[in-house]
């Protein structure tokens, strides 16, 4: 409990004690003789020692042009109990609303701590070498390329690449994950973990501002800026139904005795019930709160949601297409066949197809290239190639000892009309022509994520309906794997603009509320996670590109997360759903009650505070889901 929260107890306990004692005193009769005006006196100082803020809010908001609000309603409300000589009935509204308010401060304290927790990954310093000794520095005065030292126990302040050290590194509080990792020499390593046994010097790659930690930080600060439909109804709707209630409150107040005859006194009394009953707080508050729950419940999974809107999108997504390297593979590319086509023996065929490949592909930083590369396994003398261009979505062309080199798929050998031996191997295939004549195929495989597999079945255990793979790979490769995973759909040989325009496609097939979501981790991703209803980003080894433009990020990759997830959200959905039926439903029994004068203040206490209370424990239960 914070120490606001701990002062309002403490006006709470100190109201409520007075209050109890003047109850006691007049239900005795020990205030039966007392004079009118020191009885008035006397409820007024529990009721202000209670109620001051909200009187001070009201009057504040009416000056800011705000008047239908909350607080004016228990302001109206209670002046007009304190006007009919309903002391006790203004005091205990006050009070109980300032209990219901406690609670709800409590609550959304805690449900706002599971996501704040994610705060604490933000590292205060960085350990640079200098003479021999070790100065502390903010990490954002650190350059890229430097050596900083992670004592252990400490925090990981900047990504970089492990230069010297072994340690395990705990990554719980980005991804969840509660096993250690162990890193060496020439692995990266991110921000915000914490280092464990041992001592590690790492090189630095990213400014602190384009750090893993900063981006997260980024993230999480956003994601109560946009709110789902339900939302942004509840915000409408009170905007609306609290000025309609306070006339309507007016007009009870006055216009059955002017047509009736008799006393205002009792309409009156009707009307301050009326306005205690109508107070919106249940909703306005519980709503935001569920689903604030259910993003903080995500980030204990190490899943980041940039918003209650995407929370919501996930709870009707029926159709969730997946890119397939580095999602539903680990983009590990090993040369697992070499077919030359040319004469001579095998070994030596073999020997100089890998050659040419290798050195076509020597100026990429495709995982393919670094593959084909690998398996030639001898320096390369890059002295030999000139001329070298990619040409997007088909491959390479260059120049090679003067000769004319083309390496890449089947509509390279297509585009440039090279008679070719096709391939029909599940991998990727790399087609080779030299000087215009077909000198033979090289395979690539790739290998599935651990547990994609297990993703793809827990999905279609909670109700998503298709699964879609989408790839540049060859339809041979793609249907392999598709066929290993279980996967209900499969578009191969895209370039990056056509995975646009499938998805396009498949948006199209979604009827009513149903939504589409794209799982990806590239930058050639970027365009289709801004186009799917919702883009989800692999945060650990997905590009910065991708990273922003999605609405989701997987910390640890792990896609057996999106299932856990879509639960998540169906629970927050169902929650925030039975909240509103709860709150409307009571709130409208018991306001046709008082307008009738069936219901007094006790029954309108109920329909406000407890109201709010049930309602708001109701919402915690989104912070329990596993």
């Not at 059955?256 to 306005?284: H, M, N, Q, T």
């Not at 990759?557 to 509103?580: C, E, F, M």
């Not at 009650?593 to 209370?613: P, R, Y």
């Amino acid at each position: 409990m914070t120490t606001k929260q701990k002062k309002m107890l403490y006006r709470i306990i100190a109201a409520f004690v007075l209050f109890f004692a003047l109850m006691i005193a007049e239900h005795t009769g020990a205030l039966s003789g007392v004079n009118p005006l020191l009885l008035f006196v006397l409820y007024v100082i529990p009721y202000l020692m209670i109620g001051y803020d909200i009187i001070w809010k009201a009057f504040r908001n009416i000056r800011h042009g705000q008047v239908f609000d909350e607080n004016f309603l228990m302001m109206l409300a209670t002046f007009g109990a304190f006007g009919v000589q309903e002391y006790s009935e203004a005091v205990a509204v006050m009070l109980f609303y300032q209990v219901g308010e406690l609670f709800q401060n409590y609550a959304v304290g805690k449900s706002r701590q599971s996501i704040s927790d994610m705060m604490n990954i933000c590292p205060e310093y960085a350990n640079i070498e200098e003479n021999g000794s070790l100065t502390q520095v903010d990490p954002d005065d650190v350059e890229v390329g430097s050596i900083i030292v992670v004592k252990p126990g400490e925090r990981i302040p900047l990504d970089g690449i492990v230069t010297e050290g072994a340690s395990m590194i705990d990554t719980a509080a980005l991804t969840g994950e509660s096993v250690p990792r162990k890193v060496s020499v020439g692995d990266e390593i991110i921000s915000g973990c914490v280092n464990g046994s041992n001592t590690l010097k790492v090189r630095v790659t990213k400014a602190f501002e384009d750090s893993t930690v900063a981006r997260i930080l980024e993230l999480v600060e956003n994601a109560g800026s946009k709110k789902a439909k339900v939302e942004n109804f509840i915000t409408r709707f009170a905007k609306y139904y609290t000025p309609v209630v306070t006339i309507a409150a007016v007009l009870l107040a006055i216009v059955p005795p002017l047509v009736l005859g008799g006393g205002f006194g009792e309409w009156i009394r009707r009307a301050c019930i009326f306005l205690v009953i109508s107070c919106p707080c249940a909703l306005v508050i519980s709503v935001p709160l569920g689903f604030f729950g259910g993003i903080g419940a995500a980030s204990k999974i190490g899943v980041l949601v940039k918003g209650s809107n995407y929370l919501e999108a996930v709870a009707e997504m029926t159709t969730i297409v997946f890119d397939k390297t580095g999602t539903l593979t680990k983009g590990e590319f090993k040369v697992s066949e070499v077919l030359p086509a040319g004469a001579g023996t095998e070994a030596a065929a073999k020997e100089e197809l890998l050659a040419l490949a290798a050195h076509g592909e020597g100026y990429s930083n495709h995982p393919i290239a670094h593959s084909i590369r690998e398996a030639y396994g001898k320096p390369l003398s890059m002295e030999r190639v000139s001329g070298t261009e990619e040409i997007a979505g088909h491959g390479i062309h260059t120049f090679i000892d003067g000769r004319e080199v083309y390496l890449g798929n089947a509509k390279l050998m297509e585009r440039e009309q090279i008679g070719y031996t096709e391939n029909k191997s599940a991998g990727t295939v790399v087609y080779v022509a030299c000087d215009g004549v077909f000198a033979g195929s090289i395979v690539i495989s790739d290998t599935l994520k651990e547990g994609s597999k297990e993703a793809i079945r827990d999905m279609k255990r909670v109700g998503v309906q298709r699964t879609v793979m989408l790839t540049g790979d060859r339809k041979a490769a793609a249907l392999s794997v598709a066929a290993e995973l279980g996967i209900d759909e499969v578009h191969a040989e895209l370039l990056p603009e056509d995975k646009v325009g499938e998805v396009e496609r498949l948006l199209d097939r979604c009827a009513g509320k149903e939504k589409l979501a794209f799982v990806g981790d590239g930058i050639n991703d970027a365009p289709v996670l801004m186009r799917a209803d919702v883009g989800i980003a692999m945060g650990s080894m997905g590009s910065d590109a991708a990273i922003e433009a999605a609405d989701i990020v997987l910390m640890d990759d792990d896609v057996r997360k999106i299932a856990s997830l879509v639960r998540i959200s169906r629970k927050t959905l169902a929650i925030v759903k039975q909240n509103i039926v709860f709150a409307l439903g009571i709130k409208a029994l018991v306001l046709v009650l008082g307008a009738f004068g069936v219901a007094n203040m006790w029954e309108a206490v109920f329909a406000d505070v407890g109201v709010s209370v049930i309602a708001i424990l109701n919402s915690m239960r989104t912070l329990k889901e596993k």
